[in-house]
């Protein structure tokens, strides 16, 4: 991580400098010993559905049950195949994939022309596009739902996309970057006589692949974890997404038939895309970040 | 900046702009503009149209129902920042200060930033069911009587700490960045005056993070009042007894519950009032503290 680095660095050059004073913020057993039980905390609840993901009926009312089963294999399997988990799964990866290269490639084309044309009224377009930050989902799902009933697209794949495709976030994030990209290397570009396309294919792309990567792992947990939305707009199983598909999962909870292992099998199962590529590309995301602030 | 831009063909930029421009004029600005109409009329399922001027506007100003959920939301956003920083700031501090094992510590915690809502919510009302909770029974030897399905207060501390946890990741995700930005000589001056431990959190540290700790307050209390959605229909239902009412939920209660979709757009256009003031004064404050040196 950038950040880890950079401070691994000035630890370095503080040693060379004045070992004295280094020693003073050694850290202490207590720092470690506070750290160990903070982030035991921060672990706990998802350690948990883990361990009960793995178990028989799920049923865990003491510290001493925590304890990991040996019915994981048929958990996974019960949550994904017989109540269709793999289904809710394989759509919200759909919804994901669409969002991500959606908005990925309609925000590339709009920050390059907001930063490389020379055009009238550019300004008053970025303004337009920026002021979609007041309008997040939570504002206007009540017309939303009425809009999509109007074009027909509600409980479709169209319905829990399109709408996101736009992001003034992602545009701005681009924006920023390229304004970062040296002009000498736009000028010499300029003075090869490279087209539009060419300069974003090979001068612009390969020279944002760290943040075109930070803002996919944004834009991919973002639209992953959506779960207003599509619980509104999508009202059958087969099109429905993991976020809202793990209460089905929950079995007939009236009837006392509630399996937890279940729910937290299904649970697992929807943590870990985010999870994991949040932690694989953890440098290009937290690098993106430090853009967003600015 | 003008030397970047290289192109002046403006139907070129017109056509990269122009998917990024549709898709917020039909999915964000157009439902904006229809909650706004909508909300001048009693509608309900959408039809029936008939124009009431300011009679929603008007149920709004005196439902003593609708005021309770709004003093709520208020006093949870201030509960989830509050909770939200303190927590993140006092890890983020550890963490800076440790020389060993800062990368594992780092993404330790930092990994709810990937959780979604939903899966939050799930593993909470498992650990702390009433009944079969596995940490109920600890708590209830401390001499609490765990009760959160029928004591409005239990109900709202439990969707308050659901909701800080999974927002601690974000935060220090920021948060170290600009800890780390924290000039070496002043953590070396500050300890050869004496400055140590918390006091020099307190006194040295969030001083200079002044910046980024405000940016986080805007965007923590943007998240407690409209990402907090899941929490509260998995956790709570927003009861018992509206103990847990926040207004996204009020909202969505009023459209798809109820389907006043004439009260529910006066209610959409109350939120993005809100959300307008709230960034509203991070861009005047963040304007503010440019020359600061974040």
């Given at each position: 991580m950038?950040e880890l680095?950079?401070?691994?660095?000035?630890?370095?050059?503080?040693?060379?400098?004045?070992?004295?004073?280094e020693t003073?913020?050694d850290?202490?057993p207590?720092?470690h010993l506070?750290?160990?039980?903070l982030?035991?905390?921060?672990?706990?609840?998802i350690a948990?559905a883990?361990i009960?993901?793995?178990k028989?009926?799920g049923?865990?009312?003491?510290?001493?049950?925590?304890?990991?089963?040996?019915?994981?294999?048929?958990?996974?399997?019960?949550?994904?195949?017989d109540?269709?988990?793999?289904?809710?799964?394989?759509?919200?990866?759909?919804?994901?994939?669409v969002?991500?290269?959606?908005?990925l490639?309609?925000?590339?084309?709009?920050?390059?022309?907001?930063?490389y044309?020379?055009?009238?009224?550019?300004?008053?377009v970025?303004?337009?596009i920026l002021?979609?930050?007041?309008l997040?989902v939570?504002v206007?799902?009540?017309?939303?739902?009425q809009l999509?009933?109007?074009?027909?697209?509600?409980n479709?794949?169209l319905a829990i996309?399109?709408p996101y495709?736009?992001?003034?976030?992602?545009v701005?994030?681009?924006?920023?970057h390229?304004?970062?990209?040296?002009?000498?290397?736009?000028?010499?570009?300029?003075?090869?006589g490279?087209?539009?396309?060419?300069?974003?294919?090979f001068?612009?792309?390969p020279?944002?692949?760290?943040?075109?990567?930070?803002?996919?792992i944004?834009m991919?947990?973002?639209?992953?974890n959506?779960y207003?939305?599509?619980l509104i707009i999508?009202?059958?199983?087969?099109?429905?997404?993991a976020q809202?598909?793990l209460q089905?999962l929950?079995?007939?909870v009236?009837?006392?038939?509630?399996s937890?292992?279940l729910?937290?099998?299904?649970s697992?199962l929807?943590?870990?895309?985010?999870l994991l590529l949040?932690?694989?590309?953890?440098?290009?995301?937290?690098?993106?970040f430090?853009i967003?602030?600015k | 900046m003008?030397?970047?831009e290289?192109f002046d063909?403006?139907?070129?930029?017109?056509?990269?702009?122009?998917?990024?421009?549709?898709v917020s004029?039909?999915?964000l600005?157009?439902?904006?503009?229809?909650?706004?109409?909508?909300?001048?009329?009693?509608?309900?399922f959408?039809?029936?149209?008939e124009f009431?001027?300011?009679?929603?506007?008007?149920?709004?100003?005196?439902?003593?129902?609708y005021?309770?959920s709004?003093?709520?939301?208020?006093?949870f956003?201030?509960?989830?920042?509050?909770?939200?920083?303190a927590?993140?700031?006092?890890l983020?501090?550890?963490?800076?200060?440790?020389?060993?094992?800062q990368?594992l510590?780092?993404?330790?915690?930092?990994?709810p930033?990937?959780?979604?809502?939903a899966?939050?919510a799930?593993?909470?009302?498992?650990i702390?069911?009433?009944?079969?909770?596995?940490l109920?029974?600890?708590?209830e030897?401390?001499g609490?009587?765990?009760d959160?399905?029928?004591?409005?207060?239990?109900a709202f501390v439990?969707?308050?700490?659901?909701?800080?946890?999974?927002?601690i990741?974000y935060n220090?995700?920021?948060?170290?960045a600009a800890?780390?930005?924290?000039p070496n000589?002043l953590?070396?001056t500050?300890?050869?005056?004496?400055v140590?431990g918390?006091?020099?959190l307190?006194?040295?540290y969030?001083?200079?993070?002044?910046?980024?700790?405000f940016f986080?307050?805007i965007i923590?209390?943007?998240?407690a009042?409209f990402?907090?959605?899941?929490?509260?229909d998995?956790?709570?239902?927003?009861?018992p007894?509206?103990?847990?009412?926040?207004?996204?939920?009020?909202l969505?209660?009023?459209?798809?519950?109820?389907?006043?979709f004439?009260?529910?757009?006066?209610k959409?256009?109350v939120l993005?009032?809100?959300?307008?003031v709230?960034m509203f004064v991070?861009?005047?404050?963040?304007?503010?503290?440019?020359?600061y040196g974040?």
């Open positions: 950038v680095l950079q401070y691994a660095k000035r630890r370095a050059d503080a040693l060379r400098g004045n070992s004295a004073a003073t913020y850290a202490k207590g720092t506070q750290l160990w039980l982030v035991f905390a921060v672990v706990f609840p948990v883990v009960v993901s793995t028989q009926t049923v865990v009312t003491s510290l001493g049950d925590l304890l990991p089963g040996s019915y994981a294999v048929e958990n996974y399997r019960e949550a994904l195949v109540y269709q988990f793999g289904r809710f799964m394989w759509n919200s990866l759909a919804m994901s994939l969002i991500v290269v959606g908005k490639v309609v925000s590339v084309f709009a920050a390059m022309a907001i930063v044309y020379r055009v009238p009224y550019k300004d008053l970025f303004l337009f002021f979609t930050l007041l997040p939570p206007r799902f009540i017309p939303l739902f999509m009933n109007d074009l027909g697209w509600s479709t794949i996309t399109v495709i736009a992001s003034a976030t992602t701005f994030i681009l924006r920023q390229f304004l970062s990209i040296p002009t000498s290397i736009v000028e010499t570009a300029k003075l090869d490279v087209g539009p396309l060419r300069f974003m294919l001068v612009l792309l020279m944002s692949k760290g943040v075109l990567v930070g803002v996919s944004i991919f947990v973002y639209a992953w959506q207003l939305w599509p999508i009202d059958s199983e087969a099109n429905q997404v809202v598909g089905l929950q079995g007939d009236q009837g006392g038939q509630l937890w292992s729910v937290m099998a299904g697992t929807t943590l870990l895309p985010p949040m932690i694989v590309f953890r440098k290009p995301l937290l690098e993106t430090s967003q602030q | 003008s030397t970047r290289i063909s403006r139907i070129e930029s017109g056509l990269l702009l122009l998917p990024t421009l549709l004029l039909v999915f600005y157009y439902p904006t503009a229809l909650a706004i109409r909508t909300s001048f009329f009693d509608s309900s959408g039809q029936g149209d009431v001027g300011l009679k929603n506007y008007v149920t709004l100003l005196t439902d003593s129902g005021h309770s709004l003093l709520l939301s208020v006093l956003a201030a509960v989830v920042v509050v909770g939200v920083i927590v993140s700031l006092y983020t501090f550890l963490i800076h200060e440790v020389d060993t094992g990368g510590y780092l993404i330790s915690v930092i990994w930033y990937a959780l979604p809502p899966v939050g799930l593993v909470f009302l498992f702390v069911h009433p009944t079969l909770g596995v109920t029974g600890p708590i030897a401390l609490v009587d765990v959160w399905f029928n004591n409005g207060p239990q439990v969707v308050a700490l659901a909701a800080i946890w999974k927002q990741g220090v995700i920021f948060m170290i800890m780390n930005n924290v000589t953590t070396e500050a300890e050869l005056d004496g140590t918390l006091r020099r307190v006194s040295v969030v001083p200079i993070m002044t910046p980024t700790l986080l307050v923590n209390t943007i998240y009042f990402s907090t959605f899941a929490f509260v998995l956790l709570t239902s927003g009861g007894s509206n103990a847990t009412n926040i207004l996204i939920f009020d969505y209660q009023e459209g798809f519950s109820f389907f006043n004439g009260v529910a757009s006066a959409s256009v993005f009032l809100l959300v307008g709230l991070q861009f005047r404050v963040t304007d503010e503290y440019s020359y974040a």
